[in-house]
């Protein structure tokens, strides 16, 4: 009870102090944080110093990026967006849970977002290029598909077992289905990526 009543006058105190600063015409941030961080308890402080933390990360990573995400966004039908592009790599996010890869693949390809060709099998939508980038069979390579979607009514779509891609902090694992198997949830990310084996 004595703890909560310190954080009360704790806090009513720096809410006087920063508002007689303001009310003496004092704009100086530096001068308000130092009078506020000594009145304001240890816990708060904390919680302040996460959020701002939090914003100066977001808003850092925004000016890179954020001409693509709009750009990408406006052409698409909103359902499915591209986060990153390189020469090996595309990250699709899906907006809705709707339809599977394949049919994403199909509307950012409509809505000039990407561009990719491939072909149909037995299993589905086989990958072949992705943005002007083709598998080169002499060497291996293939257009692997991973998601950070794990399990979907009891189906696992996705193992880390069989390799991971990381995108942005994120563990994307390989998908256990192909394109036309693998589900849209919202939220999720899923990356085609060019590999090797």
């Given at each position: 009870m004595k703890k909560q009543f310190a954080k009360i006058?704790?806090?009513l105190a720096a809410s006087v102090l920063v508002l007689a600063s303001c009310g003496n015409g004092d704009s100086s941030a530096d001068s308000v944080n130092s009078t506020t961080s000594t009145a304001v308890t240890e816990e708060s402080v904390v919680q302040?110093?996460?959020?701002?933390?939090?914003?100066?990360?977001?808003?850092?990573e925004?000016?890179?990026?954020?001409?693509?995400?709009?750009?990408?966004?406006?052409?698409?039908?909103?359902?499915?967006?591209?986060?990153?592009?390189?020469?090996?790599?595309?990250?699709?996010?899906?907006?809705?849970?709707e339809g599977s890869l394949e049919d994403a693949l199909n509307a950012l390809k409509d809505s000039n977002a990407l561009d990719?060709?491939?072909?149909?099998?037995e299993y589905g939508l086989y990958i072949e290029s992705v943005n002007g980038k083709?598998?080169?069979?002499?060497?291996?390579?293939?257009?692997?598909?991973?998601?950070?979607l794990t399990e979907l009514d009891g189906v696992s779509y996705s193992s880390a077992e069989y390799g991971t891609y990381d995108y942005d902090g994120?563990?994307?694992a390989s998908a256990s289905f192909g394109a036309s198997g693998l589900p849209m949830v919202e939220g999720n990310l899923y990356a085609v990526v060019l590999a090797a084996y």
């Open positions: 006058v704790s806090l302040d110093t996460s959020s701002e933390a939090t914003t100066t990360e977001a808003s850092s925004t000016p890179d990026d954020s001409s693509e995400i709009e750009e990408t966004s406006s052409q698409s039908d909103e359902k499915y967006s591209v986060v990153f592009t390189a020469d090996d790599a595309v990250v699709i996010k899906a907006n809705t849970t990719y060709t491939g072909s149909q099998s083709t598998a080169d069979a002499a060497k291996n390579e293939y257009w692997a598909v991973y998601t950070t994120t563990q994307c």
